[in-house]
């Protein structure tokens, strides 16, 4: 009887992402190719396309090592640490955000179900002045505009950012 090795599957992006955020927490990964054996061997099939995306996504930046010569990625601890690039905001809107309506000083963003958590988090990582934190339920995202910024102002921002006038 032969023994074969299993090959790698493709996991949902959630699962993959946890798996990143795990493995980056439980080894040294200094670079994105590293990342992607790594996958492999914990039976997760990805591209180095893919592993950017991710790590782009989870708010990963390059540290300098505990030897002081090695850079490696990590993830911040603190969620007001984790900066979401802006290319990754304008993906996130353009690709999940449905409707945006103001309100007074709020935002309603509309996503299709089960999206609503991955826009909000984007948001809340943009580091934006103008907004001083978003709610989200399944579908639907408050935005709260910051002190002096009006939900008309902030849903015209974030329509141009979303390159639409929804």
Do not use: F
Request: glycine share 8%.
């Amino acid at each position: 009887m032969t023994m074969t090795a299993v090959e790698p599957a493709r996991l949902p992006k959630s699962q993959r992402q946890h798996l990143v955020g795990k493995l980056l927490s439980s080894h040294q990964v200094t670079s994105q190719e590293h990342l992607v054996s790594l996958l492999a061997a914990n039976g997760c099939a990805a591209t180095q396309a893919t592993v950017s995306r991710d790590l782009d996504d989870l708010g990963a930046i390059k540290v300098r090592a505990a030897d002081g010569v090695d850079s490696i990625y990590a993830i911040p601890e603190l969620p007001k640490d984790q900066r979401a690039p802006e290319d990754h905001l304008r993906r996130v809107l353009v690709e999940w955000v449905v409707e945006i309506v103001p309100s007074g000083n709020l935002v309603v963003l509309r996503t299709p179900p089960g999206h609503a958590n991955v826009v909000g988090a984007a948001l809340d990582r943009s580091g934006w002045s103008e907004v001083v934190g978003t709610v989200a339920g399944d579908d639907t995202i408050i935005v709260v505009a910051a002190e002096g910024t009006t939900g008309r102002q902030l849903a015209s921002k974030l329509q141009s950012m979303a390159g639409n006038a929804r």
